[in-house]
């Protein structure tokens, strides 16, 4: 991080990101959870501290932090709603790059549930969580910049678009996540979408493309 010699462009600017894939609690030893690595959320938080802002990580993760960046720890998709919309406030930039669950089981079982004697299949009956990029879109002030990612396996423009209208972000930083491309991986590729521009991004590791998708932020907020 230190290798880059940017100027601290995002100086008195405070950035809220979230990061990592939520797990929605089964049975005291089961989770629904899913394959993101957390490191492109976590690669923003750091890459946003060393540009000069006050940062806030709301994380499913344990990754290197630097010590400006400020810890939020949460597991499920309801504990990261309610850390977000505590933060957000107090933030000018929201990213929202957490692989949130879209269903959570609608009741959690306080025992283990056992095999039954007379049953070889299991209905786990799944309700939907909020979305918290769309309630933060709807929240946002003229001057907050509120950003998300778009997972993709197909249709990865036309899917993206569709997502900053309905969520009113401002970005919406779409990957595609084909054959598993974007999770759990060292490099991403992604395209930036605004109501305006389109642009798509060099295949880079996730640091370095933090740094970029930072730059264009901290650009398009100060026009
Ligand atoms: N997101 C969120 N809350 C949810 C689901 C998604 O805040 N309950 C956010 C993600 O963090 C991401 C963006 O919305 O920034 C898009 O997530 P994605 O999974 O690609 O889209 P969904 O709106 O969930 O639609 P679908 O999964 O059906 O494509
Ligand atoms: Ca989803």
């Avoid at 957490?98 to 009956?125: C, G, W, Y």
């Avoid at 933060?136 to 899917?159: C, D, I, M, R, W």
Wanted: hydrophobic content about 40%; proline content about 2%; cysteine-free.
């Amino acid at each position: 991080i230190n290798s880059f010699k940017q100027d601290k462009i995002l100086t008195g600017k405070r950035v809220l990101v979230s990061a990592g894939g939520t797990s929605e609690v089964i049975d005291p030893v089961r989770l629904l959870t899913n394959r993101s690595s957390g490191k492109m959320g976590t690669s923003l938080a750091n890459a946003a501290a060393a540009l000069g802002a006050a940062v806030t990580l709301v994380t499913t993760k344990d990754l290197p932090t630097l010590p400006a960046v400020k810890i939020d720890h949460v597991s499920s998709a309801q504990e990261m709603a309610t850390a977000m919309a505590n933060h957000f406030q107090q933030a000018d930039i929201i990213i929202m790059a957490a692989a949130v669950a879209d269903f959570r089981p609608e009741h959690t079982s306080n025992q283990k549930i056992k095999k039954q004697d007379n049953s070889t299949t299991l209905d786990l009956h799944l309700v939907q969580n909020t979305d918290i990029l769309a309630k933060l879109g709807q929240k946002k002030n003229a001057s907050q910049y509120v950003a998300g990612f778009a997972a993709e396996t197909t249709n990865l423009v036309a899917n993206a678009k569709t997502k900053l209208a309905h969520k009113n972000a401002d970005l919406i930083i779409a990957n595609s996540v084909d054959n598993g491309r974007g999770f759990d991986q060292p490099n991403n590729k992604v395209t930036l979408l605004t109501n305006s521009k389109q642009i798509e991004l060099a295949d880079q590791d996730k640091l370095t493309l933090a740094f970029e998708i930072l730059t264009f932020i901290q650009q398009e907020q100060s026009k």
